[in-house]
Structures are given as structure tokens and as C-alpha cells.
């Protein structure tokens, strides 16, 4: 399937049963999460044989913004099983005890992983400076993607520091996915902003509930509204 050329629509899925939903209503890039965490290599290999989209997988082990040793290890090896499974990237980010994107660890796992693209998780939404955090990225070996709201509370409470960075710095816009509660009246505005990818999650499921599967006719909609603003 051809990806769109213009603004890009990726879409989490948390089930196999998701896949067919986004794939028909124009999704461009899945992005596969088991709750916030790592998802189970059997379901990266059915999300594959299910979509010939591009496929990113949160890499996370635990709820904690850091890691040790042994998990990154771990962290490795599971990237390297699910890329091998057939995902095009992954998504991953730590902070430090400041509250600072943690360069070192970030670089070190890209490194680990030659050849492979990977997108900035929502960890930079938890740091204390965001504006600094951003110029920390710059050189990250492999890294074409922030997932971002602006505050940990959501594009609800971070879109105008957000859409402001992006006004501000192309290479921001360029990078930037928005995440964590996109509504539709943000799209214009961040398109103009040079924004070119979004990402979506509960607003493509019935009532805004995991516990309904994608529906393809809440992704078109989202589709055409990103459609109608290039």
C-alpha cells in the first residue's frame, strides 16, 4: 500500500482486530502498544502478516521513564526480534534524574540498532525544560519522529506551548508527531506550522473506549480532515 504523500496519519493499535479498521480507513503508519509497554513479539508478526503499512512498536519495558542495564539488553534484543519480524521502527525515550532527555541512553539503544528509524516517545512531555529537550535531540542517530503533546496532560493542556515551537522552529515541525488527545480544530494550525504527521488513538474507537476495536469510519474522517488541510 502507498503511504500518502502528503499529511501523514499514523494510528495506535492495541489488537490484531485493529489493524483491518485503520488499514481501510487510510491510515498511513501503525504504531503497536500493549498499554503503554512492549507488545508481545507474536502480535508484532500478526499486525505484519495483517498490513503491508509501516509498523512502529513501543519499546518499553516498565512505567518508569528510566533503565538499567539489564533491560536495556533486553530492550535490544527485543527490537532487533521485532524488526526482524517485520516493523519498520520503534518508539522509545528515557529522562535522567533532572528530568532530561537521557542523550546517552537514547544514543547508546539507536546505536545498538543500526539502520533502524525510531520516534521520540511522549517521555519528552515529562521533562521540566521542553524547549531544551528538543535541542537535545538534535544528532540522535536514527531519530525522525517525536511523539509529543506539549505537557504530560495532553494536547489539552500543551497545544499552545507545542504549536508555538513549531511556529517557531522548522526543524521542530519536521520532527514533531502531535500525541496525547489531537482534536480536529488543532490540525490547521499545526499544519501551517510546517507539521506534517499526526497520530491518533482513542478518537478512532466507538466512544473513545479501548475496549473498542478501530473503526474505519472514524479513520477516514480523520483521513479527510487531514486531506482537506494540505
Known amino acids: 500500500m502507498t503511504v500518502s504523500a502528503g499529511v501523514q496519519l499514523e494510528v495506535t493499535v492495541l489488537h490484531l482486530r485493529d489493524v483491518a479498521g485503520a488499514v481501510e480507513g487510510g491510515a498511513d503508519r501503525l504504531f503497536l502498544t500493549a498499554g503503554g509497554l512492549s507488545p508481545a513479539p507474536a502480535d508484532v508478526s500478526a ?27 533486553r530492550l535490544v534484543a527485543l527490537a ?24 546517552g541512553t537514547c544514543r547508546a539503544l539507536a546505536q545498538a540498532l543500526p539502520g533502524v528509524p525510531w520516534t521520540l516517545s511522549r517521555a519528552i512531555d515529562d521533562t521540566l525544560e521542553p524547549a531544551r529537550s528538543w535541542r537535545q535531540l538534535a544528532g540522535l542517530p536514527g531519530l525522525d519522529a517525536v511523539h509529543s503533546a506539549g505537557s504530560p496532560r495532553g ?10 515551537l513549531a511556529e517557531a522552529d522548522p526543524a521542530i515541525a519536521a520532527l514533531l508527531v502531535p500525541s496525547g488527545g489531537l482534536r480536529a480544530e488543532m490540525v490547521p494550525w499545526f499544519v501551517r506550522a ?14 473513545a473506549s479501548d475496549k473498542a476495536y478501530v473503526d474505519a469510519g472514524h479513520v477516514r474522517s480523520w ?3 487531514l486531506d482537506a488541510d494540505t
Open 80 to 103: 532487533e526480534e521485532y524488526v526482524a519480524l517485520g516493523a519498520e521502527g520503534v518508539s522509545f525515550g528515557f529522562l535522567d534524574s533532572d528530568l532530561r532527555i537521557d542523550v
Open 155 to 164: 494536547l489539552d493542556g500543551g497545544y499552545d506551548d507545542l504549536l508555538a
Open 194 to 207: 510546517g507539521v506534517t504527521r499526526f497520530h491518533v488513538e482513542e478518537q478512532v474507537r466507538p466512544g
Open 47 to 73: 499486525a505484519v502478516r495483517e498490513s503491508d503499512l509501516p509498523l512502529r512498536v513501543m519499546l518499553r519495558l516498565s512505567e518508569h521513564r528510566t533503565t538499567n542495564g539489564g533491560e536495556f539488553s
Open 223 to 225: 483521513r479527510l480532515l
